[in-house]
Each structure stands twice: as C-alpha cells, then as structure tokens.
C-alpha cells in the first residue's frame, strides 16, 4: 500500500517556540491532505484540510493563525504550531487519500509533541 | 452530521476468547466504513475497510466485520483474541471522494491470560 511519513516522529520545545511538522506522500501524489489531533486517551479530531495550490480549510474552533499549514508540493503538506503552549501538546497525524476514489486514506505515523 | 457512536470505553476479555467490538454510525450517504488499531504511543493500522459489495469484510490478523445497513452497526469480530491484540480500536466512517474520516471515541481492548 501507499506510504505516508511524518517528521519528526517527537519534538519536543519551549513554550513560545514554533515547531514545524512534514507530512509526505511517499510513492503518490495527494492534492489533499488531512491533519488531525488526538490528545491523550481520546480519538482523531480533523483539525484541517490542506490543499495543493489553495489554502487550507479549519474546521471549527482551529485557530488558522496558530496552525500554519502549507501543502508545498503534491507530497508534502507541513502543520507550523506557532507559539507552541502546553496546552497545544498532543499526537498530531497526518493523512492523504489515495485511490480511484480518493477513499483509501493512509495514516502517517503521527508527531507526538510536547511543549514544556 | 456525521457521527460514530462506540459504545463501549474499555473491553476485557481473556485470551482466547472470542471478540465483538461495537459501531455504530450516523451518516446521510452511503458510508465508507473503517476498523484502526493504535497501540500505546503508535500510529494507526487499518485493520479492514467497507466500501461496497459483500457485507462481511474480512481483515488483517484473523479480524472481520459485518456491515448492517438497517442497524447502522459495523461491528469488528475476532473468533479467538491474543494477548498481542491488546490495543484501542477506532471505527472510522468516511464519504466517497477526498475526505476526512470521523472517528467514535475507541475501544480499550484488555486481553488477561
């Protein structure tokens, strides 16, 4: 099956520091990818929708300003957490659908972020 | 709105033992349903998926599930459980074309010798 990373797999910064995370589509291209949240002991939560060529799209309650996303290419989608507080540390993952109908979504490894 | 409803936090059963994990879903087309396992600290694996066609899907590591289009349940299955299955599983239910899943809250899958 199709293969999507992230990078890095932990960081963790400094409360007030912006910390960048990549998420990349190795053997396919995804025009569209998704980034979710999952705090501790809880399910995915989409944060946003990242699209080559437009910008993103936040679901409710996102702060677009804090969650930088830019899809540079038709395999990288990077999430920026500026500003990073405790509060934003959390398991951040990454997904792109692929498929004749766009419905089989592959999973990158998530980002587990720690904001001391 | 779309939701996925599991009803059941944590689940223990002893190994060996067979496994029924509970979905249900709420969703105005035709749904594209999802089983994923996450161990502690560890991305998602896709244990099986529903698009259409026959009901009963088989999976990855003995697992099945059976789409139930009039009980809106697409309930996981495994005959005999390993203390390796220990793990939380998500029922994810999608739309046709690019987008996103929404996922129930998980299962917490204890497995006792």
């Known amino acids: 099956g199709a293969v999507v990373s992230q990078h890095p797999s932990w960081v963790i910064c400094k409360s007030g520091t912006s910390v960048k995370i990549e998420c990349r589509s190795l053997?396919?291209?995804?025009?569209?990818m998704f980034w979710y949240r999952q705090f501790p002991k809880q399910s995915l939560m989409l944060m946003a929708t990242s699209n080559e060529g437009s910008k993103a799209t936040y679901e409710q309650g996102v702060e677009k300003d804090k969650f930088l996303i830019n899809h540079a290419s038709l395999t990288l989608s990077t999430l920026t957490v500026t500003s990073a507080h405790p509060e934003d540390s959390s398991f951040y993952i990454c997904s792109a659908p692929q498929g004749v109908s766009g419905n089989e979504q592959f999973f990158g490894p998530g980002t587990r972020l720690t904001v001391l | 709105a779309q939701s996925v409803t599991q009803p059941d936090i944590h689940i223990t059963v002893s190994e060996g033992a067979s496994l029924e994990l509970r979905c249900n879903y709420s969703?105005?087309?035709?749904?594209?349903l999802f089983w994923y396992v996450q161990s502690p600290g560890q991305g998602l694996q896709l244990l099986l998926k529903?698009?259409?066609?026959?009901?009963l899907v088989q999976g990855i590591k003995g697992f099945e599930a059976e789409f139930k289009r009039s009980q809106s349940s697409f309930n996981l299955r495994k005959p005999s459980v390993h203390w390796s299955d220990a793990a939380e599983y998500f029922c994810a239910v999608g739309a046709r074309g690019n987008t996103p899943l929404v996922f129930g809250k998980g299962t917490r899958l204890s497995v006792i010798a």
């Open positions: 529903y698009f259409s066609g026959d009901t």
């Open positions: 053997d396919f291209q995804a025009t569209t």
């Open positions: 969703y105005g087309a035709t749904p594209y």
